[in-house]
């Protein structure tokens, strides 16, 4: 079959990766001149099933609201007269339930945990190099009350299987030595052994170019304008290059995916979330992490991708605005600083700022609308490089027809 896969980012790729394994003839669209130039371009690198918990959950309203006043909170609301943001706001506060949190949660570790066995598999099949790192993911409290929420929160996804580790703040130096010198000023961490990193648009970017030497064409520079279609199918991709005809078609265009699927009268429940990144050269004069983490009281995300140290924070729910404000990235330093003091070169850091695609409940949008010949596979919100592997297999098995190898309830599309 001819499949057009419309998106370029680290679910796009992936996807035209297994679409091709099963011999299909792939075409993927973007509008960049390279793959993982949108949100997948430095994120924090995380693949974490271990920190699989839904954004929406009881307490997220309150500090949502306390946002409007206050700019030293990780989870941002920046009101816009913007319907769109509006009713997946609602929407998104439905979802603000220890019931519904709970579930989600649930649906978020099974996608992540089962694309963790199929990026293994690829990486054994390919050898694919992307600075990956096995060595699990700290999370790190402050106080003992932070740390006894943590630890009780976790009981959730360790009675589905994730292995965790309870650390004091000498277990934290001696999973990451470059922590020692913070000494009994954090309260300890939850240590998730299984979880792991790597750099995410390195990975993108091999495994595109594997894709290409298996046959898969790049259509880059290529904006689409719109899906035409013709009854219950999509006959073709309008773009400023022109029109790009396939058999089928499959959407993830990531934070836009709203944007241009709503030309087909389809409503997509994803909003984007902005975050940011800041990137470190490392040297061997430097004594930075060896591993990853995240800061829980801080919300900031660290991990080591090769020479270089980055770190991630913020999730502001803004629009599509991709500002890059001073004031953040000069916040984001001193914290990086005050973290690994002496653990990279913080003078020469690189900005980077993405969309994260969030539904309301934070899984992802499998499955097929009113169009017999559109896929979608998109909404990946906070944990897109995490999931993008199993996302990918369940996609492929389910345009051949085959069953996706997991329970895929509340993560099809229902229009
Ligand atoms: C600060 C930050 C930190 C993060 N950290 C992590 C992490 O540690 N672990 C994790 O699992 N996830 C993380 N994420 C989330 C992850 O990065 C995303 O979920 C993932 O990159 C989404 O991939 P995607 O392919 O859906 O979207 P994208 O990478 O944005 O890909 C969509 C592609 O579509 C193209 N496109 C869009 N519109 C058009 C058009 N009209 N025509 C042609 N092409 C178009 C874009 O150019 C882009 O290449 C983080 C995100 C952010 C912002």
Redesign the pocket.
């Known amino acids: 079959m001819k499949i057009i896969v ?7 790729v992936t996807t035209a990766w297994f679409l091709s394994r099963d011999g299909h003839d792939v075409t993927v ?4 001149e390279a ?6 371009f430095a ?6 099933p271990g920190h699989a918990f839904a954004w929406a959950r009881p307490g997220v309203p309150a500090t949502l609201l306390r946002s409007f006043w206050r700019d030293d909170t990780g989870l941002r609301l920046r009101p816009r007269l913007d319907p769109d943001m509006w009713s997946w706001g609602l929407k998104f506060l439905a979802q603000c339930t220890h019931g519904r949190a709970r579930v989600n949660s649930l649906r978020k570790l099974r996608i992540s945990a089962y694309s963790q066995d199929v990026l293994h598999d690829l990486i054994a099949d390919t050898g694919i190099a992307f600075d990956p790192d096995r060595g699990g993911i700290l999370y790190l409290h402050r106080d003992a009350a932070a740390l006894d929420r943590g630890i009780a929160e976790m009981r959730l996804l360790v009675d589905e299987g994730v292995r965790m580790e309870v650390l004091d703040a000498q277990g934290c130096a001696r999973v990451e030595p470059a922590l020692a010198h913070l000494g009994a000023s954090i309260a300890g961490a939850v240590y998730c052994p299984d979880d792991e990193h790597g750099d ?1 648009n390195k990975f993108t970017r091999a495994l595109g170019d594997l894709a290409a030497g298996a046959g898969v064409t790049f259509q880059f520079n ?3 304008q719109e899906i035409e279609a013709d009854g219950a199918s999509v006959a073709r991709v309008r773009t400023d290059k022109g029109n790009f005809t396939a058999d089928a078609y499959v959407m ?5 995916s709203p944007l ?1 699927a709503r030309g087909l009268g389809v409503k997509l429940p994803i909003y984007p979330v ?4 800041m990137t470190f050269p490392v040297t061997s004069s430097h004594q930075g992490p060896i591993g990853s983490g995240v800061d829980e009281g801080l919300l900031m ?1 660290w991990s080591r991708l090769g020479d270089r140290l980055r770190l ?1 924070s913020t999730a502001e729910i803004a629009g599509y605005d991709l500002s890059r404000p001073p004031a953040q990235y000069a916040a984001m330093r001193r914290a990086a600083e005050a973290l690994f003091p002496g653990g990279a070169d913080f003078d020469h850091g690189e900005v980077w700022c ?4 969030l539904t309301p409940e934070g899984t992802p949008i499998f499955g097929r609308g009113r169009h017999e010949n559109l896929w979608f596979n ?1 909404g ?8 993008a592997c199993g996302s990918a297999r369940v996609t492929a098995d389910l345009i051949a027809g085959r069953d996706a190898g997991i329970d895929l309830t509340g993560m099809v599309l229902t229009e």
């Open positions: 419309l998106g370029g980012g680290v679910i796009g669209i973007d509008r960049e793959v993982a130039d949108g949100t997948s994120n924090a690198g995380l693949l974490s995410c290529t904006t689409i993830a265009l990531g934070p836009q241009v902005k975050g940011y990144s995300a991630t993405g969309l994260r695609p998109t990946h919100g906070s944990m897109g490089w995490t999931m």
